[in-house]
C-alpha cells in the first residue's frame, strides 16, 4: 500500500548507528551472513544521503565506484540506492532498519534525486553533466529493477515518487534497446549492455508491458550474434576479457535467468552460457592444489589458470570456480562451480569466523568496492552448485582432460583473433593471434600446461617484459604486441581458420606449426610436436626471447643453455641447442595459498586458494637465429 507525497524539502532525520553489543553475529545464516558487515555500516551509508541544496539525496559517501569519480552527476554512484532498499524491506529478527521512517526519508531523498537526473530520452550520466553513456543507463535498470523488486515485498515508498521510479527504469530499458549510439557502443563492450537483459527480467516480473517485452525479445535474439563471438566469449574492445566476462556477465546472466527461467527465453541464456562454457573449457586450466599449502577447514582447490594475454581491458591471470543456475544444463558446467558440500561448509565457517572475532569487525574504508551493491543484488537468485562428485565427473569431461590428443581453434570474425589449442599426452598448448592487436593485447603462446605439473608457462597483456615474445631489446615491447601474419600448418595441410569452435581434421596426430614474420627483421617458427615444442627464430643482429615461467620459489635452475623448472615429479625443461647468455629473473607476481573470506571487509563465499607459484621470466640474449625446446620429463 502505498502513501501520499512527501515534503521534498523536510529535513530528512538521521539514522541511528547499531553497536555490536545489539547484535547476535549467531543470528546471520546462508546468504545473510556477510550482510551483518553492511549492517553495521549502514548508518554511514544511509547518512551519507545529502540533507539540502541543489544536489539533496546524492548519496555522498565514498563505498561504491572510484573516489574521483564519486561526482553528484555520476548515476553510478546511485546504485547503492539498491544498498538503501535492501535494509529498508528485507524483514529478519537482526535487522533493526526494517520499515525504518527516517531511513524511508532518506531513501525517498535518494530516489527523486535519481530520478531527477535523467536525461528526458531515458539516458543517465556518469563521467561528466550531461555525459551520458551506456554503462550508467544499463547498469541503473538492474539495480533498480532489483530494488523495485524487493520494494514490491516489503515497506513501502510515496506512492507517486514509486510511479515515476518505476518510469525512468522503463524509459532506461526503452532507450537502452532502441538508442542507436548505445546499441553500437554495446557490441563493443557488451557487459553493459547485457545489464538491460537483468533489468528487463526485474521489471518484466512486475508489469505487464507489452512495448518493452517486445524489445527486450528482438534484442536478446540480436545478442546473440552481436554481443558474444563466435568463438564463445563476450565482447569487451572487441576481444576476450575474463574479468567481464567471470563478472557483470555472469551477474547479468543469474539475474536474467532468476526471472525468465520459466519462460520461452531460457534456451536463449542456455546458448549464452553454453558457448561462454565452451570457450572457458578449453581456456581456463585446471591447477593441481599444492598439497603443502594451507586451505583452511576445506579441501584445497588450485583453481584455474587463464589463457589471457589476448584480453584487451583488463588482466585475470588465475580464478576460483564460481556458481551459477545456467551450469546446471551443460555437460561440464559443474567443472567450473565450487561443490554443493563445499559451499554450505564455507557459509558455515563465515559465520564461524564472525562470532570467533565478535564484536570486532573491519573498519568501513573508502574503496571502489568498500560496500558494493553487488553484495545486496543477488540474495533472493537462486543459483545451483553440484556436488561433489557431479564437479569431479565434470572436470574429467574437459577437453584436455578427457582427451590427450587434439587440435581445436576456436576463432572470432570480428577481429579475426584465433585461439589454437594443442594436446598431446606431454603438454597442452595455447597460441594466439590475430593481424591486429590493442595495445595492451599480447599474442605467441599464451599458455603451457602439463597434467601433473598443472600451468608452467603464461603470458599476459598490457607488459613490455614479462609477457612471451622476441625483442630487440630486454625492456622493449615484443613483436608478439602487434599483429602477426600467421600461416597454420597440419601435417603438410594448411589451416584456414574458421569462425567459431573447431576441431582440426588430423590434429590427434600430425604436428602443427605456427610461422609468423617478425616485422621486418625475421621470422619465427613453433613446432608443437609429439614430445617437444620447438621454436626457431631467424633476425637481423641481436635479440632477446623472454619465456614466463611460472614455478615455486627456489624450483628454477640454470646451467649452460638450459633453464629447468622443478614441479615434484615433473621437470620442464628450455633447452637452446646451442650455448648463450641466459637469465633468469622473479616478479613480485605469486599465486599463494589464502584461506581469507574477506575482501572490503565483507565475507565472500570463495573456495581457499591452495596454489604457490610465482612468475619468473627466463631470457635468451642471442644475435641472428636462435633454435629452443620446451618439453616436461619425469
Known sequence: MMTDQSDADAE????????????DAGAFEGLDTPLLYGLLHFHRIANGVREG????????????????NNEPYNARIMESLLTLVCFYTRDRSWNV?????AVRARLEAAFEYWVGMQHEDGRFSEYGVEEWNLASTAFATKFIGQAL??????PSIDAGLHDRVVESLRDALLVTFRH?????HGRSYSNQYSNAFAGAGAYLSLFDDPEVE???ERRLEWSLDHLQSPAGFFYEMDAPDWSYNLGTHQSNLLQAHHYLQDTEHLPQLVEKEERWADWVAYNALLEPADPDATAGDTPPDGGFFLNCAADARNTTRHRQGKGSPLHQYLPHGGAFSPSAEERDTWLAELGEDFEDSWPVIDDLVGDFSALSPYSFLHLDHDTWYPSGAERDEARERLPYVASDRFVHQHVDDRTDLVCTHVRRPEYYAIFNGAPEASSDQRFGLGILWHPDAGTVLQSRKDVRNTTYGTRT?????????????????????TVDPEAGSHELPAGDSAPLTVEYPLGDAGHKSIRFGEEDIEVTVTHDGDFVESIPILASDGRLTVSGARVGADYGDTTLSVAAEAPLELAVFSTPRRFQSSASRR?????????????????????????????YRLSFSE
Do not use: C, M
Open 12 to 23: 530528512l532525520p538521521r539514522v541511528d548507528p547499531i553497536g555490536s553489543d545489539e547484535v
Open 53 to 68: 541544496g541543489d544536489n539533496r539525496g546524492f548519496i555522498d559517501i565514498h563505498v561504491w565506484r572510484s573516489e574521483e
Open 97 to 101: 532498519y526494517y520499515g525504518d521512517p
Open 149 to 154: 523488486v524487493y520494494l514490491d515485498d516489503g
Open 180 to 184: 542507436g549510439e548505445l546499441t553500437e
Open 214 to 216: 517486445a524489445l527486450f
Open 473 to 493: 631489446g630486454p625492456d622493449d615491447a615484443p613483436y608478439e604486441g602487434s599483429g602477426l601474419d600467421i600461416a597454420y600448418t597440419l601435417g603438410d595441410t
Open 599 to 627: 575482501q572490503s571487509g565483507v565475507p565472500s563465499v570463495a573456495r581457499p586458494i591452495a596454489v604457490d607459484k610465482r612468475l619468473f621470466v627466463a631470457r635468451a640474449y642471442s644475435s641472428d637465429d636462435l633454435t
